[in-house]
Protein backbone atom coordinates (compact mmCIF):
# COMPACT_ATOMS: atom_id res chain seq x y z
CA UNK A 1 0.00 0.00 0.00
CA UNK A 2 3.19 2.43 -0.24
CA UNK A 3 1.80 4.76 -2.43
CA UNK A 4 -2.02 5.24 -1.33
CA UNK A 5 -2.88 6.48 1.69
CA UNK A 6 -6.47 6.05 3.27
CA UNK A 7 -7.16 8.49 6.65
CA UNK A 8 -8.25 7.79 9.51
CA UNK A 9 -7.82 4.07 10.33
CA UNK A 10 -10.44 4.28 12.57
CA UNK A 11 -13.95 6.39 12.22
CA UNK A 12 -17.08 6.16 14.59
CA UNK A 13 -19.77 8.12 13.64
CA UNK A 14 -23.51 8.19 14.77
CA UNK A 15 -26.51 6.78 13.14
CA UNK A 16 -27.85 9.23 10.69
CA UNK A 17 -24.38 10.90 10.21
CA UNK A 18 -22.44 11.12 6.47
CA UNK A 19 -19.30 10.73 6.88
CA UNK A 20 -16.68 10.99 4.13
CA UNK A 21 -13.17 8.85 4.04
CA UNK A 22 -10.23 9.74 2.28
CA UNK A 23 -8.48 8.01 -0.48
CA UNK A 24 -5.20 9.93 -1.38
CA UNK A 25 -2.62 8.12 -3.88
CA UNK A 26 0.82 9.37 -5.35
CA UNK A 27 1.17 6.68 -8.02
CA UNK A 28 -0.28 8.80 -10.68
CA UNK A 29 -2.40 5.39 -11.27
CA UNK A 30 -5.46 6.73 -13.34
CA UNK A 31 -7.90 4.08 -11.90
CA UNK A 32 -9.26 4.25 -8.46
CA UNK A 33 -11.75 1.90 -6.57
CA UNK A 34 -13.31 1.52 -3.87
CA UNK A 35 -14.45 -1.81 -1.89
CA UNK A 36 -16.51 -2.64 1.29
CA UNK A 37 -15.25 -5.73 3.40
CA UNK A 38 -17.49 -7.06 6.18
CA UNK A 39 -16.16 -9.57 8.22
CA UNK A 40 -15.06 -13.18 7.02
CA UNK A 41 -16.23 -11.66 3.78
CA UNK A 42 -14.59 -10.97 0.27
CA UNK A 43 -14.58 -7.57 -1.45
CA UNK A 44 -17.69 -5.91 -2.93
CA UNK A 45 -17.42 -2.84 -5.18
CA UNK A 46 -19.20 -0.02 -4.22
CA UNK A 47 -17.42 2.80 -6.92
CA UNK A 48 -14.86 3.18 -9.25
CA UNK A 49 -13.23 6.30 -11.61
CA UNK A 50 -11.04 5.32 -14.92
CA UNK A 51 -10.29 9.26 -15.02
CA UNK A 52 -11.03 12.94 -13.59
CA UNK A 53 -14.42 13.93 -13.52
CA UNK A 54 -16.12 10.38 -13.97
CA UNK A 55 -16.94 7.99 -11.91
CA UNK A 56 -19.33 4.42 -11.84
CA UNK A 57 -21.43 2.97 -9.75
CA UNK A 58 -20.29 -0.95 -8.91
CA UNK A 59 -22.45 -3.91 -7.25
CA UNK A 60 -23.35 -2.42 -4.17
CA UNK A 61 -23.58 1.97 -4.52
CA UNK A 62 -26.57 2.92 -2.67
CA UNK A 63 -26.10 4.88 0.26
CA UNK A 64 -22.15 5.95 -1.29
CA UNK A 65 -21.42 8.71 -2.91
CA UNK A 66 -18.28 9.65 -4.32
CA UNK A 67 -16.34 12.84 -6.75
CA UNK A 68 -13.23 12.73 -8.83
CA UNK A 69 -11.85 16.16 -8.75
CA UNK A 70 -8.12 15.14 -8.31
CA UNK A 71 -6.85 12.17 -9.50
CA UNK A 72 -4.74 12.10 -6.83
CA UNK A 73 -7.92 12.12 -4.47
CA UNK A 74 -10.97 10.03 -5.00
CA UNK A 75 -13.09 10.18 -1.47
CA UNK A 76 -15.81 8.40 -0.41
CA UNK A 77 -19.19 9.49 1.02
CA UNK A 78 -20.44 7.25 3.29
CA UNK A 79 -24.83 8.57 3.84
CA UNK A 80 -26.86 8.09 5.87
CA UNK A 81 -29.37 6.08 3.49
CA UNK A 82 -26.50 3.13 3.98
CA UNK A 83 -28.59 0.76 6.01
CA UNK A 84 -25.45 -1.22 6.96
CA UNK A 85 -22.43 0.76 7.55
CA UNK A 86 -19.89 -0.55 9.51
CA UNK A 87 -17.78 -2.17 7.42
CA UNK A 88 -13.87 -2.15 6.42
CA UNK A 89 -13.46 0.19 3.78
CA UNK A 90 -10.46 -0.27 1.10
CA UNK A 91 -9.25 2.20 -1.75
CA UNK A 92 -7.69 0.55 -4.60
CA UNK A 93 -5.45 1.83 -7.60
CA UNK A 94 -5.43 0.26 -10.92
CA UNK A 95 -2.84 1.29 -14.13
CA UNK A 96 -2.31 -1.34 -16.79
CA UNK A 97 -2.81 -4.97 -15.50
CA UNK A 98 -1.99 -4.59 -11.45
CA UNK A 99 -4.43 -3.32 -9.01
CA UNK A 100 -2.95 -2.18 -5.42
CA UNK A 101 -4.43 -1.50 -2.51
CA UNK A 102 -4.27 0.79 0.45
CA UNK A 103 -4.04 0.35 4.35
CA UNK A 104 -8.12 0.91 4.65
CA UNK A 105 -10.16 2.28 7.05
CA UNK A 106 -12.31 0.49 9.69
CA UNK A 107 -15.73 2.69 10.34
CA UNK A 108 -18.39 2.17 12.81
CA UNK A 109 -21.63 3.24 13.07
CA UNK A 110 -23.29 3.06 15.92
CA UNK B 1 -21.17 -10.89 -15.20
CA UNK B 2 -18.01 -12.85 -14.32
CA UNK B 3 -17.96 -15.29 -10.64
CA UNK B 4 -14.89 -16.31 -9.27
CA UNK B 5 -15.40 -19.12 -6.78
CA UNK B 6 -12.58 -20.05 -4.06
CA UNK B 7 -11.98 -23.12 -2.55
CA UNK B 8 -11.34 -23.93 0.58
CA UNK B 9 -12.30 -21.28 2.50
CA UNK B 10 -9.90 -22.50 5.65
CA UNK B 11 -6.73 -24.10 5.37
CA UNK B 12 -4.53 -25.35 8.62
CA UNK B 13 -1.13 -26.30 6.82
CA UNK B 14 2.14 -27.90 9.52
CA UNK B 15 4.98 -25.33 9.16
CA UNK B 16 7.25 -26.56 5.94
CA UNK B 17 3.95 -28.00 3.98
CA UNK B 18 2.77 -27.13 1.06
CA UNK B 19 -0.67 -25.11 0.90
CA UNK B 20 -2.60 -25.16 -2.58
CA UNK B 21 -6.04 -22.91 -2.94
CA UNK B 22 -8.02 -23.14 -5.99
CA UNK B 23 -10.23 -20.81 -7.78
CA UNK B 24 -12.57 -21.25 -10.66
CA UNK B 25 -14.08 -18.12 -12.79
CA UNK B 26 -16.82 -18.23 -14.96
CA UNK B 27 -16.39 -15.66 -18.22
CA UNK B 28 -13.70 -17.06 -20.95
CA UNK B 29 -12.70 -13.03 -21.88
CA UNK B 30 -11.17 -12.79 -18.16
CA UNK B 31 -7.53 -12.62 -18.46
CA UNK B 32 -5.39 -11.17 -16.19
CA UNK B 33 -5.63 -12.99 -12.32
CA UNK B 34 -3.78 -11.93 -9.38
CA UNK B 35 -3.52 -13.39 -5.81
CA UNK B 36 -3.42 -11.30 -3.02
CA UNK B 37 -2.40 -11.63 0.60
CA UNK B 38 -4.47 -9.87 3.62
CA UNK B 39 -3.09 -9.86 6.78
CA UNK B 40 -5.30 -8.44 10.03
CA UNK B 41 -6.41 -5.27 10.05
CA UNK B 42 -4.04 -4.51 6.36
CA UNK B 43 -5.21 -3.39 3.02
CA UNK B 44 -4.51 -6.52 0.64
CA UNK B 45 -1.14 -7.38 -1.12
CA UNK B 46 -0.48 -8.50 -4.25
CA UNK B 47 1.87 -11.36 -4.13
CA UNK B 48 1.64 -12.68 -7.30
CA UNK B 49 -0.54 -12.85 -10.45
CA UNK B 50 -0.82 -14.53 -14.20
CA UNK B 51 -1.75 -13.36 -17.25
CA UNK B 52 -3.74 -15.70 -20.00
CA UNK B 53 -1.35 -16.37 -22.24
CA UNK B 54 0.87 -17.74 -19.48
CA UNK B 55 0.33 -21.55 -18.09
CA UNK B 56 2.59 -21.29 -14.76
CA UNK B 57 4.32 -18.40 -12.75
CA UNK B 58 6.73 -18.70 -9.86
CA UNK B 59 8.02 -16.66 -7.51
CA UNK B 60 10.18 -18.41 -5.06
CA UNK B 61 8.16 -20.48 -2.66
CA UNK B 62 4.40 -19.34 -4.63
CA UNK B 63 3.68 -20.24 -7.80
CA UNK B 64 0.56 -19.97 -9.54
CA UNK B 65 -1.31 -22.38 -12.29
CA UNK B 66 -3.47 -21.22 -15.18
CA UNK B 67 -6.04 -23.70 -17.03
CA UNK B 68 -7.59 -21.54 -19.47
CA UNK B 69 -9.72 -24.54 -20.35
CA UNK B 70 -11.03 -25.43 -17.16
CA UNK B 71 -11.36 -22.06 -16.28
CA UNK B 72 -9.68 -22.64 -13.06
CA UNK B 73 -6.26 -20.99 -11.63
CA UNK B 74 -4.44 -22.36 -8.69
CA UNK B 75 -1.85 -20.44 -5.92
CA UNK B 76 0.79 -23.16 -4.45
CA UNK B 77 2.81 -22.16 -1.31
CA UNK B 78 5.09 -24.37 -0.86
CA UNK B 79 7.27 -24.77 2.97
CA UNK B 80 4.99 -23.07 4.47
CA UNK B 81 6.03 -20.54 7.50
CA UNK B 82 4.18 -19.29 9.88
CA UNK B 83 4.71 -15.51 8.60
CA UNK B 84 2.18 -17.16 5.49
CA UNK B 85 -0.58 -17.06 7.95
CA UNK B 86 -3.07 -15.17 6.50
CA UNK B 87 -6.40 -14.55 4.21
CA UNK B 88 -5.60 -15.34 0.49
CA UNK B 89 -7.73 -13.74 -2.50
CA UNK B 90 -8.05 -14.58 -6.14
CA UNK B 91 -9.28 -12.36 -8.60
CA UNK B 92 -10.16 -12.34 -12.07
CA UNK B 93 -10.32 -9.37 -14.51
CA UNK B 94 -10.78 -8.45 -18.36
CA UNK B 95 -8.26 -6.05 -19.36
CA UNK B 96 -9.58 -4.55 -21.72
CA UNK B 97 -10.28 -0.60 -21.73
CA UNK B 98 -10.67 -0.92 -17.93
CA UNK B 99 -10.25 -2.91 -14.83
CA UNK B 100 -13.07 -4.70 -13.71
CA UNK B 101 -11.96 -7.12 -10.71
CA UNK B 102 -14.07 -9.97 -9.84
CA UNK B 103 -12.64 -11.47 -6.32
CA UNK B 104 -13.06 -15.11 -4.72
CA UNK B 105 -14.17 -14.96 -1.30
CA UNK B 106 -11.02 -15.99 0.42
CA UNK B 107 -8.86 -18.37 2.05
CA UNK B 108 -7.88 -18.63 5.81
CA UNK B 109 -4.45 -20.21 5.67
CA UNK B 110 -3.27 -20.91 9.21
CA UNK B 111 0.47 -22.51 9.50
CA UNK B 112 1.54 -24.19 12.73
CA UNK B 113 4.45 -23.93 13.99
Known amino acids: DGGITQSPKYLFRKEGQNVTLSCEQN?????MYWYRQDPGQGLRLIYY???????QKGDIAEGYSVSREKKESFPLTVTSAQKNPTAFYLCATSQGYEQYFGPGTRLTVT | GENVEQHPSTLSVQEGDSAVIKCTYS??????FPWYKQELGKGPQLIIDIRSNVGEKKDQRIAVTLNKTAKHFSLHITETQPEDSAVYFC????????????FGSGTKLNVKP
Open chain 2, 27 to 32: DSASNY
Open chain 2, 91 to 102: AASITDNFNKFY
Open chain 1, 27 to 31: LNHDA
Open chain 1, 49 to 55: SQIVNDF
